[in-house]
């Protein structure tokens, strides 16, 4: 496109990103206030040394961690499973395979959270962190497989065919030539699995049964409760996990295609 | 079938289990029989699904419907300027413009309604500043009413619009741009009678973009519009949780589904249609 001079849309793309950046702002702002509820009340970080002091912090932190690191791990291993297996098929996959793979992406959150519930309660599994590890590392497979098809998908096919032709069999040939050839995209799909989990709300609300917290679900309880101060310093300390998890991932070479992908 | 090596089959075992046959179990249960003493009964019944027909369930699916609707509409108003922008501008700017978007995004989801909320609550900055320039008397009140869905609505799903129309303007050819202007259109002549129509596919792929998950939404509603303002998404779970009947909630979200699968249809035919149009 050529550039046609109209400030006017300048300034309305300006005007957008300042209003997308002033709630997050404004959060930030509130963190450092004695006072929430009064901006003249003057600025420290009181609030945020008494949320590092205490257990209502380190507990849900700890859990996300938890939760993220295992769900992470089990999808990156699950999708390998079906990136490499699939890579070796030359046709095209029919519509009802790609409709399966794609199917945990195309749901709607609160469907598959919902759907994920009644299958733990009918199997009588209790519901807890394993469940929630299940049920991120269920949606985030799908992702991590697409980024693992296309990295696959730029190997050199002859890599393989000359393992092979000198005698591998399969499972040398992953280890010693597929796997540290695709060793980038596993830690990226890994790095975007654990994103999503540790950002994920919804599913987990619904998988979690009464006793486990994760961050965003303490959020979301103590924004029941009403604002407070705490809420507010917890959400700065969130603010700030996001950007550094996001920062990583970018750093990564095709992190951010991936990262705008899956947003 | 025997065409795949077993490693796909352990991939495909891992989604029919943990996707497929929850959802299946869903739409499975959409057709049972609820019994007086809450239990399900195996028999088969589209009562379930004529009961999302009543008028009280009818109504929070138009209002679902219409809202999604004007808050993609708004998107659009908004995004497209955003959007031009971005495609005009070349280089390190784009880039710039392109992560400076996509920034507060990057946070967790539930900190952005939070965000809302404390924006425009009765203590929040928006009221404290109107109330201390004199502007108002009394705090406005927006979260929990349906403009304060609408904002977060707009909020969350603004880049995801601008993102398909970017790209449209982008593959733009400019000689056609050129074309017109030297045949005499003016700037605005150009805009309506040649950029926008080449870029209308983009425009609607990105709608679709927007409106899909709104319909299916249930946190922004649940947060930021209290009571009254149900989706769809809304009476689902309390069918499950609340009213304990849930024949009538698996009902509800094999309907959702249903709209989302032909929406879907519809918008990888527009996008096939757009690809033709750019090869």
């Known amino acids: 496109m050529k550039p046609v001079r109209n400030p006017l849309v300048a300034i309305v793309f300006w ?24 901006i003249g009340s003057g600025f420290s970080t009181i609030w945020l040394r008494k949320l590092f002091a205490s257990d209502a912090f380190w507990r849900p932190l700890v859990t996300s961690i938890e939760i993220g690191v295992l769900a992470a791990t089990t999808a990156v291993a699950v999708a390998t499973f079906g990136a490499v297996g699939l890579s070796r098929v030359r046709s095209t996959l029919p519509p009802a395979v790609q409709t399966l793979i794609l199917l945990p992406i195309l749901l709607p959150e609160v469907i598959t959270g919902l759907s994920l519930l009644i299958f733990f309660l009918l199997i009588r599994v209790e519901l807890g962190f394993f469940t929630v590890v299940l049920a991120h590392a269920s949606f985030s497979a799908s992702f991590v497989y697409f980024i693992l098809v296309e990295q696959l998908r730029k190997l050199d096919p002859q890599m393989e065919e000359a393992a092979q032709d000198l005698g591998a069999r399969g499972s040398q040939i992953f280890w010693k030539v597929t796997f540290p050839n695709i060793i980038p995209g596993l830690m990226g799909g890994w790095l975007l699995a654990f994103t999503l989990s540790f950002d994920d709300f919804l599913i987990s609300f619904f998988t979690s049964g009464a006793g486990l917290t994760t961050l965003p679900l303490k959020i979301y309880s103590m924004m029941r409760i009403g604002i407070s101060p705490e809420l507010n310093a917890l959400s700065f300390v969130m603010i700030c996990i996001s950007f550094s998890l996001v920062i990583t991932l970018l750093s990564k070479e095709q992190g951010r295609e991936w990262v705008l992908k899956s947003s | 079938m025997k065409r795949y090596p077993g490693t796909a089959w352990f991939f495909f075992g891992w989604l029919v289990i943990l996707t497929l046959l929850p959802f299946a179990l869903i739409l499975g249960m959409s057709v049972m029989e609820r019994t007086i003493q809450g239990t399900i009964h195996f028999t088969f019944t589209l009562e379930n699904y004529l009961r999302c027909f009543h008028w009280l369930y009818a109504k929070v699916f138009g209002k679902t419907v219409l809202v999604a609707a004007t808050a993609t509409f708004s998107c659009l108003l908004i995004g497209f300027p955003v959007a031009y922008h971005l495609a005009r501008s070349t280089g390190a700017r784009r880039q710039v413009g392109l992560v400076l978007l996509f920034i507060p ?8 309604v939070h965000a809302m909320v404390s924006l425009f609550g009765n203590h929040g900055l928006l009221n404290h500043m109107l109330l201390e320039l004199g502007l108002i008397e009394e705090p406005i009140q927006i979260l929990y009413t349906r403009t304060g869905v609408y904002f977060g609505l707009i909020y969350n799903y603004l880049p995801f619009l601008v993102i398909p129309i970017f790209s449209a303007l982008e593959k733009l050819d400019p000689s056609f741009r050129e074309a017109a202007m030297d045949l005499g259109a003016n700037r605005s002549q150009t805009f309506w009678r040649v950029t926008l129509p080449n870029v209308r596919e983009g425009v609607v792929v990105g709608s679709l973009f927007v409106f899909i998950p709104m319909l299916g939404e249930y946190v922004i509603p649940d947060l930021l519009g209290g009571a009254k303002e149900v989706f769809l998404g809304n009476v689902m779970v309390s069918q499950f949780f609340t009213m304990q009947d849930w024949p009538f909630g698996a009902a509800i979200a094999g309907l959702l589904s249903l709209i989302l699968l032909v929406a879907l249809f519809m918008q990888t035919r527009w996008q096939r249609r757009v690809q033709g149009v750019l090869a």
Do not use: H, K, S
């Open chain 2, 105 to 112: 995004f990057w946070t967790n989801f539930i900190l952005r």
């Open chain 1, 15 to 38: 005007m957008v990103i300042g209003l997308l950046y002033l709630p997050l702002l404004n959060l930030i702002m509130q963190a450092f206030l004695v006072d929430p509820r009064n």
